[in-house]
Antibody, heavy 119, light 110 residues
């Protein structure tokens, strides 16, 4: 059974940085495309970033240049490095595993980690 | 990339069928067979219920079915049950090699 466990969320000031982690068990992370999806309080889902099994990474325009997705296959862990954080980045951040390919569907989700950007 | 368009809410009585729509463009929903649907109960992570327009992951009830016509995808829930009350989101691959979600639909079982 796939288990994804996010960590690293918390309260950060505008302009600050934070690194989220997603530890995977039950799968070999490197064989799947992995993504980050966020959900602002009371709002809908928003795709943030994906890294394909081959290593190519893609991000939403709203975070491009500020957020970097990466993976450490030896640690079976996915990361999201977030810099220049803004109030509108406040959200629950979920890591998600692709069922096949990269964007065809996410069949594994973590429980989420809350990031709050506020002074 | 603009969010896909979903109705804010849809309701139905137990045993009935309901359909949730998801409208995009030829650059996303209408252009690729990569539309997925998710169910989210309050305080929980989303759950994949269909992918590749009309495929169901193992363990998902056959009461859920996906389809598409032109630039509009649809999720039909048959034989509606109380536990189907949740938020539903569509998502689609786009021509920019990104993913876009719909705004979400609240399904209420009357």
């Amino acid at each position: 059974e796939v288990q994804l466990l996010e960590s690293g969320g918390g309260l950060v000031q505008p302009g600050g940085s934070l690194r989220l982690s997603c530890a995977a068990s039950g799968i070999t992370l490197g064989t799947y495309a992995m993504s980050w999806v966020r959900q602002a309080p009371g709002k809908g889902l928003e795709w943030v970033s994906s890294v394909k099994s081959g290593g190519n990474a893609y991000s939403a325009d709203s975070v491009k240049g500020r957020f970097t997705i990466s993976r450490d296959n030896s640690k079976n862990t996915l990361y999201l490095q977030m810099t220049s954080l803004r109030a509108e980045d406040t959200a629950i951040y979920y890591c998600a595993k692709s069922v096949v390919g990269t964007y065809r569907g996410f069949d594994g989700w973590g429980q989420g980690t809350l990031v709050t950007v506020s002074s | 990339q603009s969010a896909l368009t979903q109705p804010a809410s849809v309701s139905g009585s137990p045993g009935q069928s309901i359909t949730v729509s998801c409208t995009g463009t030829s650059r996303d929903v209408g252009g690729y067979d990569y539309v997925s649907w998710y169910q989210q109960h309050p305080g929980k992570a989303p759950k994949l219920i269909t992918y590749d327009v009309n495929k169901r992951p193992s363990g998902v009830s056959d009461r859920f079915s996906g389809s598409r016509s032109g630039n509009t995808a649809s999720l039909t829930i048959s034989r509606l049950q109380t536990e189907d009350e949740a938020d539903y989101y569509c998502a689609s691959y786009t021509s920019s090699d990104t993913l876009v979600f719909g705004g979400g639909t609240q399904v209420t079982v009357l």
